[in-house]
């Protein structure tokens, strides 16, 4: 009999993304899908942008009414497979026919009836999981709820923290209007005289992970915890971090659709990207001009405060182009905006998400600037690495793990970084950047060894499978 693994997720591609948790959503379930006796499915919200192309595939299976409190919520229950993969969706116009997947005032609630909802739905799935695995606050309330519900005895439960900074917190006055729970559940979920959704996910899971092994450690501490580090530190004999992977075979730079010039080892195919995006852009044009590029959210998590205190000096000072793509919060909106006037032609601030001009800037790029603050995996470095663009990071959490400073006497390391997260060492390591890029034999030195990186999720899916087995061993005991 195969174990039957659940997903629960708030995102996943190919159906809504809005960062790394979606290419996770959409990666590792297949992966999983290889292993003989194993199946895992994946539920999630049926958001209003599914409708166009989406929504006529599915098939209906169930409809019920969810409480949150005194409300009933109609929903409906749909199923779809996509790559070998069985998806469910849940649907209610309320919480989720809406423009955007979060950010309103009331996503508390919402993802506390998109997890009453997944765990009403569970009679009417053709799948009995032996486990479920949550990913991410969204999500996290099922591990309680299931056990409370106790709906089927003997499911375990896993909780992957993608990003320990998301909590889903509420008011504490909110859980009489939210649950039908005695008072003693709160107990799990309370933080600081407040509800918090990642916390009761934390305290009632079988297992915890996280998506590295350095953000596992780091998050013990009170600088990293977010808050959470003494109920991470309370956890930690259960806790493991599990390094993500990318899926090579969606993101490849010699099968892209989205990229004009496809190419695996050249770096003059390569660099054919580089004039296309140079002329796309209206940029100088010219192969030898460096070019940074920057994919991300803007949020401060990012380290685009050390961005805004070097760039201006960095492009005032060195014969360079600068790509950022990325939307998020108004300052930092603003600010590249304002320097893209400043440096016409030289700096380049797109403000959008779009996910085939990031393929082609992953492809065009000869660096991928990510200065993170933190980083619990961070996908955006192994996609770059994988299109052969040289990533520099900030030593923390995943970024640690999958990025080794190049050192050009031993020709070892696939990058570049700088340890403390200040300003002038992020501008001290680009300028050592240029350096590199213009000696030729350092330069193909650093670039063969990127070459040869990578991240294919085969690894860590051994690992997810171990885990399983220990989760389930320890049901039976
Ligand atoms: P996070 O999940 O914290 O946002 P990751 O590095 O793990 O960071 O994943 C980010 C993912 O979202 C990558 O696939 C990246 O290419 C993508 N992404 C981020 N911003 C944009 C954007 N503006 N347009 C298209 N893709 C984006």
């Given amino acids: ?18 960062g790394g948790l979606a290419d996770v959503i959409g990666a590792l379930p297949n992966v999983l899908n290889d ?38 919520q109609q929903t409906a229950l749909y199923q779809i497979t996509y790559q ?31 997890c009453e909802a997944v765990i009403s739905s569970l009679p009417y799935l053709d799948f009995e999981p032996n486990i479920l695995h949550a990913h991410d606050w969204q999500a996290a309330l099922t591990i309680l709820l299931s056990k409370v519900y106790s709906c089927t005895p003997k499911m375990k439960s896993v909780l992957t923290i993608h990003n320990l900074k998301y909590q889903g917190i509420m008011l504490r006055d909110s859980f009489h209007d939210l649950f039908h729970l005695d008072d003693e559940h709160i107990g799990g979920m309370e933080w ?21 092994p350095s953000y596992a450690e780091e998050i013990k501490s009170p600088y ?27 993101y490849h730079p010699r099968t892209d659709r989205a990229i004009r010039f496809h190419y695996q080892f050249s770096s003059s195919r390569k660099r054919l990207n580089k004039l296309y995006i140079q002329h796309k852009f209206s940029m100088e044009i010219d192969p030898d001009k460096p070019m940074y590029v920057m994919i991300t959210r803007f949020v401060e998590q990012k380290g685009l405060h050390l961005i805004e205190a070097i760039l201006d000096q960095f492009l005032t000072e060195e014969d360079v182009q600068f790509i950022i793509l990325g939307t998020g919060e108004s300052h930092f909106e603003d600010y590249f905006h304002q ?49 052969n663009t040289v990533p520099i990071v900030r030593e923390t959490g995943g970024l640690k793990d999958t990025v080794i400073p190049y050192n050009e006497y031993e020709k070892s390391g696939n990058g570049f970084s ?56 320890s049901s039976s005991t």
């Avoid at 098939?59 to 409190?69: E, N, Q, T």
């Avoid at 005289?193 to 996280?210: E, P």
């Avoid at 380049?348 to 065009?364: C, H, S, T, W």
């Fill in 84 to 114: 070998r993969v069985t998806y469910y969706f849940i649907e209610n116009e309320y919480y989720f026919s809406r423009d955007d997947v979060y950010g309103y005032e009331d996503d508390g609630e919402r993802f506390v009836y998109f």
């Fill in 35 to 72: 292993v003989d006796d194993l199946e895992t499915r994946v539920i999630m919200p049926l958001y209003q942008s599914l409708y166009p192309y989406w929504h006529s595939q599915m098939k209906k299976i169930a409809s019920f009414d969810v409480s949150v409190g005194w409300r009933k």
């Fill in 339 to 387: 320097i893209e006037q400043r440096f016409k032609g030289k700096m380049i601030a797109y403000l959008k998400f779009d996910e085939k001009l990031a393929r082609q800037l992953y492809a065009a790029g000869d660096f991928f600037v990510m200065p993170s603050k933190f980083e619990p995996c961070g996908l955006a470095q192994l996609i770059a690495l994988q299109y």
């Fill in 418 to 473: 700088f340890t403390n997260y200040n300003a002038h060492d992020l501008l001290a390591v680009l300028r050592y950047t240029l350096n590199i890029f213009h000696d030729q034999d350092k330069w193909y030195a650093l670039f063969r060894n990127v070459r040869k990186s990578s991240f294919s999720w085969e690894e860590s899916r051994d690992q997810y499978v171990k885990l399983y087995e220990q989760v389930l061993a």
């Fill in 224 to 250: 990293y915890g977010e808050g959470l580090h003494q109920c991470i530190q309370d956890r930690s004999e259960d806790l493991v971090g599990i390094l993500n992977g990318i899926d090579t075979k969606s």
């Fill in 1 to 18: 009999m195969k174990k039957r693994i659940l997903f629960i997720a708030s995102e996943g591609t190919p159906f809504v993304k809005t």
């Fill in 192 to 212: 600081q005289g407040l509800i918090n959704c990642l916390k009761a996910g934390i305290y009632h899971a079988d297992k915890v992970t996280t998506v590295s």
